[in-house]
């Protein structure tokens, strides 16, 4: 188990190592340079700061100089706050970003596993038919239209919840439902799926013959086994939701990570533009590689020995 | 021999149905298509907007880009079908004129994706050894990005216009069709090895493609169609945040945006591109899965 | 001989797409305490639906256990709730199915997977539990027991997986086992050992046994009565020793003569019976053995035809042996 940690790990460092270097050749694609305002510079400033932040430099030693900071922590300076690294940027959103994609998380594994269960068990009855619209319809519509048809239900016309901001707990309900609303659609429709087969399989028939009861069969029996494919979604779901955030929060103007990234965009903030799309993909991987671990731990047909 | 011997029999016993047994996959996944009715809702809304839209200057009173400043933020009524939104603009066309963006960047951006992930997968299955893990190396790494931040980056360096979110949408999206098509040739592949060998040596690649097309085509067709709602989607998340399509080009991501500053007053100007977007969107999921279905060779009798 | 088991005129359906599958069709047999009984057939013929009826583990959707008795001890099992048959399942009546590679719940361990039935129907504790299971495993040959306990039926091969779910059918030392084609699915060279072992542990508890099985070889050397079973009915019935000497039906009469025997002379061609068992969605209205008889009468087709007795507790449902004759004799060159 150990070796094939380390290998995930090397190949992770080779991952971030390739989005490095394709993001920061795309950046310097960009049109215009980072000290593109409103009021155009003089050419002298423009000199002066490409040489304060090392832009004079020819491609690959900047690349070079920024893998070597990266590694210790340092992803440079935010070009557009001059006084504030990107790492600490980064830092005040990021735990905005993460609480939301947590809860957004637990809401569709809340709703998605309860509901496949409950579409599984009683096929064809109420439940089931409305588990099946929910995931599907759910499953297309985008969390953003989501978001804004709560907004209009929740603030325009209810005037229950605010409509933006973060702090206050009402802020988190809509856009963790909106953010949540995909991934519950998906797991709910795996659950019923995984749940289906599993139940049809010969040894729970076997446990059946024991003389179990109904509630032991399903809570040892059925489940450990149905709940393995929606381990596996859970990764990519977690993934998906750090990812989309960003749409949502800037729906809500949630102070995230997404929303910096956005701005950084517009702002031709190169330092923040690399570092959020770093830390982007950091994470996907690195919550991958949990999910793959975890499922050789639920799975003992899957050990890496 | 036995599809002979049943229609034969019908032919005697019953009056001829509709429900005939069809002897290629096409014919046969097209009957059971019509018989999906969500699919053929779907596939009939995306009909109905694409006519809507191409045929939109014939029927539509007002432009899309029109501003009348006697008439802002008018309600849904008998002259504005939608309301006027802000500039005084209809509503109603510039949903109508919105749909065409959306209909254009769905079916666009999977010429792109086409041109780019086929190719790409055909390679890497044909070749195979190392070209195939180099390549599947890069197709990994690319699954790496957060798709919708690398497709805002490329919109930001492209710039320019609607081709230009067409390929940025598709650069990022080729990825999936890539994998799949690799996936199909390769299984292809092990199929028809041997009676390849048997073959007179020939081109293996020729006999290869002719036995490709019908099996993998129906996988191919299914994954574009899912992929359709996904672009749709990035398109209006672009316009959204203010990097879509350039005014006046009408958008719903850009009519919700602009709708988002007079939320209070003029939900509608919210809604309905909202509602929009999903029901497009949903339309296409709907037609997928009954394609899916469709086409799905184990399901046929 | 006390009887454990009596079903009486069972029969069960499964209502699917293209029509009500009369799966059995009306059968009747009986075990004794201790006793071997062969349900014998070629696959389809209902045996296994009759075991499966018998423990109700039908599924009930499609399936539809729609008349009979199942006299067990006493209790007409087909009356109880669900709870009454949970508690007579694995501790009174157990099973052990056919396919060892799927019967088994490949995330538990072995070790849970016995004790968990001794825990619930015998209350016993964790410890005592795996003390017993470690037994049980020793019983059925395996291994190093108590080192396998926490291993996972991946780690096992079929033999071993199946001596596991003998061991699973005996823990609660039941008054019954029901044992579906125990060996079908495991190596020729296992299928005498796995077999030996389950009539000596069954001998020793004084268990009684139905071995569900389509090889006569089996029947033959284990069993100390056979019901021959076909489309959903029971053909005959009687002493192993009665129906292989003397067999009062065609169909068994081919059943035996299609098996390859050493003493006879190799040239021998094996007698296969032509035609197919009968679609039990319509079955025919007389025997149902009738369209592939050779020996059949007009009158075989009117009406579904009982079992009559011949000898003493040799019955037949064939109409010619019923009425003297039995011509197939002569062709399985039998004394």
Known sequence: MGKYILRRILWLGLVLLAVSFITFSLMHLVPGGPWDREKELAPQIVENLNIKYGLDKPFYEQYINYVWNALHGDLGVSYKYQDRSVTE???TGLPITATLGVIAFILALVIGIPLGMAAALKQNSVIDYVAVV??????????????ILLVIIFSVWLHWLPTSGWGDWRQIIMPAFSLAA????????ITRASMLEVVRQDYIRTARAKGLSERIILSRH??????IPVVTVAGPELAFLIAGSFIIENIFSIPGVGRLFVQGVFARDYGLIMGTILFYAFAVAIINLIVDIMYGWIDPRIRYD | MFNLFYRAKKEVTEPETSSRQHHTLWGDAWVRLRRNKLAVLGGSIILLLALAAIFAPLYLKYDFATQNYDAILVGPSTEHLLGTDELGRDVFSRLIYGARTSLAVGLFTQLVVLMVGLPIGAIAAAAGGRVDNLLMRFVDIMYAFPDILLIILLRAIFGGSIFMIFLAIGLVAWVGIARLVRGQILS?????FVAAARAMGGSGAYVTLRHLLPNSLGPIIVAITFNIPRAIFAEAAL????????PPTPSWGTMIADGNNVIYAAPYLVIFPAIAIAILMLSFTFLGDGLRDALDPRLRR | MTKLLEVKNLVTHFVTQDGIVQAVNGVSFEVNQ?????????SGCGKTVSSLSVLQLIPQPPGKIVDGKVIFAGMDLLKKSKEEMQKIRGSRISMIFQEPMTSLNPVLTIGRQLTEGLQFHLKLDKKEATRQAVELLKSVGIPHAEGRLNDYPHHFSGGMRQRVMIAMALACEPQLVIADEPTTAVDVTIQAQLLDLIRNLTLRLNTALIIITHNLGVVARYAQRVYVMYAGQIMEQGTAIDVYHNPLHPYTAGLLGSVPRLDEPRRTRLQPIDGQPP?????????????????VKPECKLKRLPLVEINSGHFTACLVAQEGALPWKKILSLK
């Open chain 2, 188 to 192: 292809v592949k092990q199929r028809d």
């Open chain 1, 134 to 147: 929910f995931s599907t319809v759910f499953a297309s519509i985008p969390g953003f239209v989501l978001g």
């Open chain 2, 239 to 246: 316009s959204y945040i203010g990097i879509g399509v350039r």
């Open chain 3, 34 to 42: 201790g006793e071997i009984v062969a349900l014998v057939g070629e």
């Open chain 1, 89 to 91: 940027i980064i830092g």
């Open chain 1, 222 to 227: 059925t489940l450990r086994n149905a709940l």
């Open chain 1, 182 to 189: 995909l991934p519950a659609a998906y797991t709910a429709r």
């Open chain 3, 279 to 295: 679609d039990l969605i319509a079955p025919p209205q007389g025997c149902p053995f009738a369209p592939r008889c050779v020996y």
